[in-house]
Every structure is written in structure tokens, then in C-alpha cells.
């Protein structure tokens, strides 16, 4: 099936540090959203994100939706124990309304 | 709990055997969308309904899977045959159409095939 591009794939920081990661797609979606998942369960919704340019934040997250509306990008700030886990972007099909899901980011953070 | 609402959370189940799964959506939501998730992969679309209709199918969903939300509300996905390779995490996520449109995702039912 059809995934985005996420990157990096995996990182390890330390604990304090701040993260990035970005989504790209060769499509232009009219949304983009961020998730984070644990192992054996759902993804759980981080950031919405729904204009061309939008900068949104979440507590320590902030999300921006890229310009050319292919692309967005997850920042985490002051790192945590709790932030480990698998980072997934989505980007919404504008003529069907599906969500099309990126490749995961897995994040570990050492204290 | 007014969240996403999957059954069973886990499956095992002999290759050959049919398995139904269901999906509670959020309750006002009005679209309902079904993933497919391996290890190491992000969630891969399998169908989409609006209200009842089902709007679209992937090409992963073969004709061994069938997919129904008779009344809008909830929604099961039956894989009839199962097949080694239908082991994954099945995720259900629910949304309600207009401004906004986030889709919320239930805890996933976990299928394995023996």
C-alpha cells in the first residue's frame, strides 16, 4: 500500500534533547496529522494541522504544515523518558478522505 | 469511554478458520475507516465508509475480506480463509466530516493465523 516518507527512521537521543522529524509526500494533502504509538497499541492523535504554513504547538510538540503542502514536520522539545515510541505522520486524501500513513519514526530517549 | 472501541483485542485462529472483528465508532462520528498494520510498518489503508456506504477499497483488501456498517454506527470486517499473511494489527478509526475531519483510533485487534 501507499506510505509516506518519514524521516529519520530511528533516533536515539538524550534525554533534554530536542527532536525533529518530517513527513514528504509526492501528493498535496489539505490535511496532516501526527500520531504516536506504543507497542501493542492504536495510534493516538498529537497534532492536527489543516493550512498551507500553519504552525501548531502541543505542550513541548509543534507541528507545521509545509508550504508547497507536501511535506510537515514534528518537532519534540526537552525530551523526555515518556516521548519513546513510534512517531507517524498522515496526510489526508483530498478526493477520497483517506488517511495515508508515513513509515514511522521510532524514538528512544535515554535518561 | 466515549473512544474507539475494538473486539477482540487479540485473535488467534487456525489458516482456513473465517474471523469477524468489530469496530464502536466515536458515537457522533460519521466516518469509519479500516487499517491494516505489520511490524515495523505505519497503518495501510484497507476501506473507508461514510455513514453506510462504503466509499472506497483498497487493492489489499482481496476478496477474502468483506467489510459492512449496516446502520452507520458500528462496523465489522470479516476475513473469510485466513492465511499466515493475515497476521497484522487491524486498526478501526472513526471522524466526523467537516472542519477538522481527525481520525481517532481505536486499541487494534491483533490477529494471528497458526
Known amino acids: 500500500g501507499q506510505q509516506l516518507n518519514q524521516s529519520p527512521q530511528s533516533m536515539f537521543i538524550q534525554e533534554g534533547e530536542d527532536v525533529s522529524m518530517n513527513c514528504t509526500s509526492s501528493?498535496?494533502?489539505?490535511?496532516w496529522l501526527w500520531y504516536k504509538q506504543e507497542p501493542g497499541e492504536g495510534p493516538v492523535l498529537l497534532i492536527a494541522l489543516y493550512k498551507a504554513g500553519e504552525l501548531t504547538s502541543n505542550g513541548r510538540l509543534t507541528a507545521q504544515f509545509g508550504i508547497t503542502r507536501k511535506d510537515s514536520f514534528l518537532n519534540i522539545s526537552a525530551s523526555i523518558p515518556s516521548d519513546v515510541g513510534i512517531y507517524f505522520c498522515a496526510g489526508q486524501d483530498s478526493g477520497t478522505y483517506k488517511y495515508i500513513f508515513g513509515t514511522g519514526t521510532r524514538l528512544k530517549v535515554l535518561a | 469511554d466515549t473512544g474507539v472501541s475494538q473486539d477482540p483485542r487479540h485473535k488467534i485462529t487456525k489458516r482456513g478458520q473465517n474471523v469477524t472483528f468489530r469496530c464502536d465508532p466515536i458515537s457522533e462520528h460519521n466516518r469509519l475507516y479500516w487499517y491494516r498494520q505489520t511490524l515495523g510498518q505505519g497503518p495501510e489503508f484497507l476501506t473507508y465508509f461514510q455513514n453506510e456506504a462504503q466509499l472506497e477499497k483498497s487493492r489489499l483488501l482481496s476478496d477474502r475480506f468483506s467489510a459492512e456498517r449496516p446502520k452507520g454506527s458500528f462496523s465489522t470486517l470479516e476475513i473469510q480463509r485466513t492465511e499466515q499473511g493475515d497476521s497484522a494489527m487491524y486498526l478501526c478509526?472513526?471522524?466526523?466530516?467537516?472542519?477538522?475531519?481527525?481520525?481517532?483510533f481505536g486499541q487494534g485487534t491483533r490477529l494471528t493465523v497458526v
Open positions: 478509526a472513526s471522524s466526523l466530516e467537516g472542519t477538522g475531519d481527525e481520525a481517532f
Open positions: 501528493s498535496i494533502f489539505n490535511t
